[in-house]
């Protein structure tokens, strides 16, 4: 019996971090137990609350194997420990969650069904075999079914489903393995999968694996209810099937990820090396972008063609599980939706979004709270970046060097995500997509409302992208809340200090497609000195006329004929894609300067030089020239082409005349893509190198960071690290959020809680 002693202390331990629904509580019941100590253990809106007592040497004990002890999702960010007066009490207990008003816990990640689970769903005599719900206090969805926080099952899509007495045996049992494990089911009690026509008619309530796998194996569109969303699958060997997919989900070109049955099957078709290993067997089973193998063998190459990479995944759910074990090859698992619009959740949205894409449907009767994506990650210069982060890394905070105000930032216009910061926690949202379409619009809106539910956080100050038309601006302005306006590519300089808690100044080389200039014109090709307070423009592309702005996205010739036409006048020289094109209207359009904007940008740059050079002239999704100019890239030794650096008034220019020039005469020497190709980046790898060390010499300052879009391309970074550093530079690129606009509203954020800190010293 457990009585207090004058020996007897208590404490009490507040923990903060990812510790709530990942097995927290019962690992502090069985350690408090092993050490004969008494006291309880409780869910609270700060995290979790301990409160300990017995002999001093085994509280102390306690508090120092607390970490260690630790279960394997969990994450603690903070212990907080007082003295207390000792109690008369029994036993340790766990005690039922309490509300608080001010939110600081962190909800968990979605995560892959665990070992222990996949032993059972294969296990004919376990009581859950074959039972698609099945995880466990270290895996299952968390993210996509939770309302509000503390994460009980009440607050849990779940909260539908009774658990039977056999299920709350196991909830209530400290020693289970599925103690107050929230999503917790079985086939007596749980949610229960069905398949439907594509009218919504079910077809089929027994079987449902077999059946569906018979669906596929025929050459059938089939959507299944995923963790994050429905995803529509396909046979990945059968180019009828994939070809027909792309027509109907308007999808022509851009590649579609593939999931197979094991790792082993993988390697069949691409090279994976040992950190990218690590990352597709992880427990957030993020898509990874993989060098294809010479053979392609079972997956066709309409899945992801004029490509040398390949997006592939592996099973993270047990539905995944049964279904691949089953068909037993590679499938193609695309977000069910049309091109860049957001993926569905619901069943009901699913039949009608999806009526004329998929043939059946695989649904199931657990809801999804909130949409989240598939990550994307590529293993580029030594590390596993992400290219879209969302499933399985979102809502795990960016922790942040300072505590804070709390800023709402909406993010650009593509790959939206949204952030809101709060302390020293920057909580970056999964993928929204491109906020061009109303079904992008409202997921949006509803992300941002419902991150600010969960977080119980009211923002002080809003933060959005300088372009007046982006929906995500409008939308900020109409908020009855202080707003600030940022530019683009500050941000993303912001935003690379922010994921190295940096805050100096830096040298920003932040290089993309588009991004609102004050002056009016696009940037994209900017070298920034400045941290989160300001920033100014040391140097950047030379301007060019872009005729028609974004139709010239779209059509690379286009912007190729106008930079060939500013290069060389009246005297075009004689390439081939200049008459396989209506050229006549776009050299009008350069003469007069009519619908002509302004443009320093790095990507259009990309666009020319891979259409001038023979490569890309019309695109099927975004940057899809400048992707397939850097595949072509050899790695033979040659020179890079001319990079003149001029000094103009307030800035240095970088002169794209003279590299179009050189690229043109290269052409005309017999150079193919290929050589073009490398010699264009050994050209950009040069004149990083060289305005870094101007920018350097003028102010001090040796810190480069890497932003932007393009330096998604991996033989870029992959040369410009090492350059810079042979030079003495300490540089820092992206690997915790993405480079390319999905990290955008990390750097909006920073410079808006910087602006609320400078305006309160005022
Ligand atoms: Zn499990
Ligand atoms: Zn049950
Ligand atoms: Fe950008």
């Known amino acids: 019996m457990l009585v207090a002693t004058n020996q007897t202390i208590r404490r009490r331990i507040q923990v903060q971090g990812i510790v709530q629904g990942v097995g927290f509580r019962p690992s502090v019941y069985n350690l408090a137990e092993a050490l004969g100590l008494s006291g309880f253990v409780t869910n609270n809106a700060n995290g979790v609350e301990i409160q300990i007592q017995g002999p001093p040497a085994a509280v102390t004990g306690f508090a120092q194997r607390l970490h260690h002890n630790a279960p394997p999702l969990a994450v603690i960010t903070h212990l907080e420990t007082t003295n207390l007066p000792p109690e008369l009490e029994q036993s340790f207990r766990i005690i039922a969650s309490e509300r608080e008003s001010a939110v600081t816990t962190l909800v968990s990640p979605d995560v892959a069904v665990c070992p222990d689970c996949l032993k059972e769903l294969f296990d004919s005599e376990n009581r859950r075999y074959e039972y698609p719900f099945i995880n466990c206090t270290n895996c299952g969805p968390r993210y996509t079914i939770i309302e509000a926080i503390p994460y009980d099952r009440p607050y849990t899509s779940m909260r539908h ?32 999968v069905w398949l439907a026509d594509s009218w919504g008619a079910t077809v089929a309530r027994q079987n449902i694996i077999s059946s569906a796998v018979e669906y596929l194996q025929s050459g059938q569109i089939l959507a299944i209810k995923g963790l994050g969303g429905f995803h529509l699958a396909v046979d990945a060997s059968n180019e009828g099937v994939v070809t027909r997919l792309r027509k109907r989900k308007r999808r022509e070109e851009k590649p579609l990820a593939v999931m197979f049955p094991t790792l082993e099957a993988a390697r069949q078709i691409c090279q994976i090396r040992p950190p990218e290993v690590a990352l597709l067997t992880s427990r957030q089973t993020p898509i990874l972008l993989c060098p294809k193998k010479a053979r392609q063998g079972l997956v066709t190459e309409a899945v992801a063609p004029n490509n040398s990479r390949l ?28 091109s860049e619009e957001p993926i569905c959740i619901d069943n009901d949205e699913a039949l009608r979004r999806l009526q004329g894409i998929a043939d059946y449907f695989l649904l199931h009767n657990r809801e999804i709270y909130l949409r989240s994506d598939d990550s994307v990650f590529a293993y580029i210069a030594g590390k596993n970046r992400p290219l879209r982060r969302s499933r399985g890394f979102v809502p795990t905070p960016v922790f942040l060097d300072s505590t804070g105000p709390v800023v709402l930032a909406v993010g650009g216009e593509l790959k939206n995500t949204i ?62 809340l202080p707003t600030l306006t940022v530019q683009h590519h500050h941000a993303h300089l912001a935003a690379c200090l922010a994921e190295h808690q940096l805050i100096e100044p830096v040298i920003g080389i ?93 990507g259009r740059l990309f666009d020319a030089v891979a259409a001038i050079a023979g490569g890309r002239c019309e695109i099927r999704y975004e940057g899809q020239a400048a992707i397939e100019l850097m595949q072509a890239c050899d790695s033979i030794e040659v020179p890079p082409f001319t990079f003149a650096v001029k000094s103009a008034a307030k800035e240095y220019l970088l002169c794209t005349r003279p590299l179009i020039r050189d690229v043109v005469h290269a052409l005309q020497d017999g ?44 033989i870029l970074l992959a040369a410009v690290i090492p350059a810079l550093a042979r030079k003495g530079f300490e540089v820092f690129a992206h690997a915790r959020v993405p480079t390319n606009d999905g990290g955008l509203a990390l750097g909006q954020a920073m410079i808006g809680r910087q602006y609320l800190n400078s305006q309160k010293k005022d």
């Open 161 to 192: 489903f009774t658990m039977c007495p056999e299920c709350q045996r196991e909830y209530d049992d400290p020693r289970d393995r599925r103690f107050h494990a929230q999503p917790n089911a079985c086939p007596v009690c749980g949610p229960q």
């Open 419 to 480: 952030c809101l910061t709060t302390q020293n926690r920057a909580f970056l949202s999964q993928h929204i997509g491109d906020l061009e379409n109303l079904e992008s619009y409202q997921v949006f809106r509803k992300t941002i409302s419902h991150l600010q539910k969960l977080l119980e956080l009211e923002p002080a100050l809003i933060v959005h992208d300088l372009h007046p038309d982006y929906l995500s601006t409008q939308w900020a302005q109409a908020q009855p």
């Open 311 to 338: 997006g592939i995944m592996l099973p993270y759910t047990p539905l995944h599980h049964l279904i691949l074990k089953c068909f037993d090859g590679p499938l193609v698992m695309t977000s069910a939706n049309y």
């Open 671 to 714: 150079a193919d893509l290929k050589i073009i190709s490398n010699r264009f980046h050994r050209t950009l790898v040069e004149w990083i190198v060289k305005i870094a060390n101007l920018a350097r010499r003028d102010t001090g300052l040796k810190q480069v960071v890497l932003s932007g879009g393009v330096f998604q391309n991996e």
């Open 510 to 602: 932040i290089l993309d497609g588009t991004g609102f200039g004050p002056d009016g014109s696009i940037w994209g090709g900017e070298i920034l000195v400045g941290d989160y307070a300001k920033y100014r423009r040391f140097a950047h592309l030379e301007n060019m006329l872009l005729p028609g702005g974004d139709a010239a996205i779209r059509a690379p010739w286009r912007t190729a004929a106008a930079y060939l036409a500013q290069t060389f006048g009246n005297q075009l020289p004689d390439l081939p894609f200049l008459s396989q094109w209506e050229i006549g209207p776009i050299l009008e359009m350069v003469r007069t300067k009519t619908n002509t904007p302004l443009t320093s940008s790095m």
